[in-house]
């Protein structure tokens, strides 16, 4: 039997439960058995099973006080680029868990889950109306998920109208890496297309790419600079002109609810996150959910099966939805269909704002990038600068200050109380910072946010060493970690193996 050694894992600043067991502690008091009692085999039986003994209030204070050290939306601002870190509405989370949501399965008759699916039906339609696609599924379970099934999508279209030759997709340099790597595992090759100096694709480079092994494009928009490209019109004409289909990563709706329509630009199939833009809990809080809207040409192609009407109204008696399978379906991508309880936030999210909120949410998530910007723009330069959507890359790095990085700046905001932004993505920008403020923050929020900024840019000069060490062990649970060790020598349980040096 393996032997464990308790307390092995590195000091922390805490103690961990192991540390503050005391012999006898009890936290739990089982109820009398309700069958007969019984002895087991001694074979079954461990002698020494080292488990820790602790109060219940012992249990609940430790736990209570690890979640303090955990940042969050709920705790503090959080201008996370590119990742659309959204205020979770309470009310959401209210109706994710009403009964009838909550306690169904999917293997239920119908009859018994039209609430359920009717609540699918209705996201499915306003998802569509908000990017102007004509069908959808929400089976994918997150961004990255939907454009895998994008893709799939894309290439069983060009299959099946025989253009078996295409197998190339056209990427900007300005991508999220998940859209070449998601072109990369639906075999098919990846070729990268370099942005201009105003951070739009480049026009030139996409014509010479744009010829008949095209599957089609990826492309962000705006794009991962916060920037509108200012061709995108001309861009999808010159892929549809070359036999190709334009996929739109839809993770930046958060700058377009009410504006403009993915599908009135162009494009012929966009993912959206629903974790991001339509605010269900993300990164650790929760699953993502990434539906995927397509023009009527890839109906036909989309994940089985789909909500829908099966029994029109009649006679007073109102619809009947269930679910139907795309005549040529590239198949099932999800157990069941998709995850339900995401769609019940988005939906409450949705139904709560009705058009002009979701459109009042887009125009604050962009006057607030745009706040920022406009007040940081004199202390970090940035490279592409012009009126940006809801977030903006800046970078971390100065001439007259050589030896301190964007990570860096970043630590030191910890100082500060606040989250850092993303850093180092996009890649085409040196030492980026990638800030997004989104919609909800006030402007005392952006303001303390700004003026840390600056006495950051301040201290870089002045006083690098602060930004070197951040952050500081007063400030946050822990000073700065060493995340190469951290992720080659990840340890996630507080015992070891005796023999755990030797593995
Ligand atoms: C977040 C994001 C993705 C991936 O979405 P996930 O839900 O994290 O898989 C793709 N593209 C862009 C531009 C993103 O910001």
Redesign the pocket.
Known sequence: MTEFKLDAAPKTVEPTIYELSSPGRIGVDFPAPDVPRTNLPDSLLRAELPLPELSEVDVIRHFVKLSTFNYSVDSGYYPLG??TMKYNPKINEDTARLSGFANIHPMQPIETTQGALLLMYQLQEWLKEISGFDALTLQPA????G?FVGVLMMRSYQEDRGETKRNKMLIPDSA?G??PATSAMSGLKVVQIPSDERGNVDLDALRAEADDTLVGMML?NPN?LGLFDENVEEICKIVHDAGGLMYG?G??MNAMLGITKMADLGFDVMHY?L??TFSTPHGGGGP?S?PVGVTAELAPFLPAPIVDIVEEEADGIPPLYGFVDPSKTIGRVKAFHGHFGMFVRAFTYIAMHGPDGLRDISEHAVLNANYILARLRDTYHVPYDRICMHEFVAEGRWKDAPDVHALDIAKRLMDYGFHPPTNYFPLIVHEALMIEPTETENKDTLDSFIDAMISIAKEAHDEPDLLHDAPHPENTPFGRLDEVKAAKDLILCCWLPEDYENQ
């Not at 997150?142 to 998920?145: E, L, M, N, Q």
Request: charged share 15%; glycine share 16%.
């Open positions: 590119s990742c997150a961004g990255a998920h454009e999220h998940t859209n962000t991962t990563d993770a930046n996150n974790h991001k993502g990434g």
